[in-house]
């Protein structure tokens, strides 16, 4: 049968042929998979462009794993990692060192930052990742950038809402954004389910930060802002007032999609210290999982105070748990 390609899939295949580095393979070889024509004929070819994919990864995470110091990489701690992103002079740097201990340079002066530093967000009872970045500009990014926004678990787009230009740096900065593919949509779709499958690309949620929301030209430009982009929702901060900052720390919680859940041992209290962290829609088995593998054969039954009709009730393995639920399993 013959392939058919079109010319997205010919246009994929001459950037994997123009690509110098392993990344860019990797995005044109997804880019490949993603738009080639899914019928019988095409099969084969779908077979080795993964193949090919796989094996380029392995070398990256062999690498990675080496003995090589990549500052771009970031190791991910805590219940979750946000990057934070944004043209330069958008504050940034100063968001990391007002909500984190971590010590990131800030100043008038744009590229400032040219390496990634984490610092850790506490948030009621658990610590979030948040991860500084060098800037993103017209001239693009710095090499290894890309890979750092990857591997978050949730963007935190930074647009300074006091600057003349802030219209032009919102439509670039997200473009940016949408042409790497680390976000997939403005109006909130969803990447759909089999084009993840296939490419195992990762598309990232995010948070709209209008920041410096403290001055004057900050607080004009925004209805600007927000009239332009009708679909999106800017957040308002400004590191000098408390108030935006828990708003943001809120936003962050919600939009990483996790919960926080607690155990107890049966006849004893329950252990508030430190919960367990689970994604949204998880369940008992997920949460007797997270504790031990082979925990969730042994698990006879578990009881909730929270979530549930009425507190200790017994609930099924598949009970779908909730931000607070106190977890009692039994084995
Ligand atoms: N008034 C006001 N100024 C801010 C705020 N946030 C940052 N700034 C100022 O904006 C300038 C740039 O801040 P940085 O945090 O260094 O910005 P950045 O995005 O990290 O910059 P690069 O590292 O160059 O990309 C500094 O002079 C900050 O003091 C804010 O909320 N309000
Ligand atoms: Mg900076």
Known sequence: MPANLTPQYHAAEDSFKKASTPEEKIEALQEMLAVIPKHKGTEKLQAELKRRLSKLRDEGEKKSKGSTYNPFYVEKQGAGQVVIVGYPNTGKSSLLSTLTRAKAKVAEYPFTTSIPLAGMLPYRDIYIQLVDTPPISQEGSPPGLLNTLRGGDLLLITIDAASDLCLE????????????????????????AEE?????????????????LDLPS????????????PNLSFLEVSVNDENSLETLKESIFQSLEIIRVYT????????????????????????????????PN??????????????????????????????????
């Not at 900050?218 to 982009?229: A, C, S």
């Not at 949204?280 to 082979?294: C, F, K, N, P, W």
């Open 169 to 192: 740096q919102a439509g670039e900065t997200l473009s940016f954004l949408l042409d790497k593919k680390i976000i997939y949509d403005l109006g909130g779709k969803n990447p759909p």
């Open 196 to 212: 993840i499958e296939l490419t195992g690309r990762k598309y990232l949620p995010f948070i709209l930060a209008a920041t410096k």
């Open 218 to 229: 900050g607080r004009d430009n925004l209805p600007i802002l927000q009239e332009l982009y």
């Open 264 to 295: 107890k041992a049966p006849g004893k209290q329950a252990d508030m210290k430190t919960p367990f962290v689970l994604r949204q829609g998880e369940t008992v088995v997920d949460l007797a999982y997270s504790i031990h593998r082979d925990f």
């Open 298 to 331: 042994r698990l006879r039954n578990a009881r909730i105070w929270g979530s549930a009709k009425f507190e200790g009730q017994s609930v099924a393995r598949d009970y779908v748990l909730e931000d607070g639920d106190i977890v009692e399993l039994n084995v």
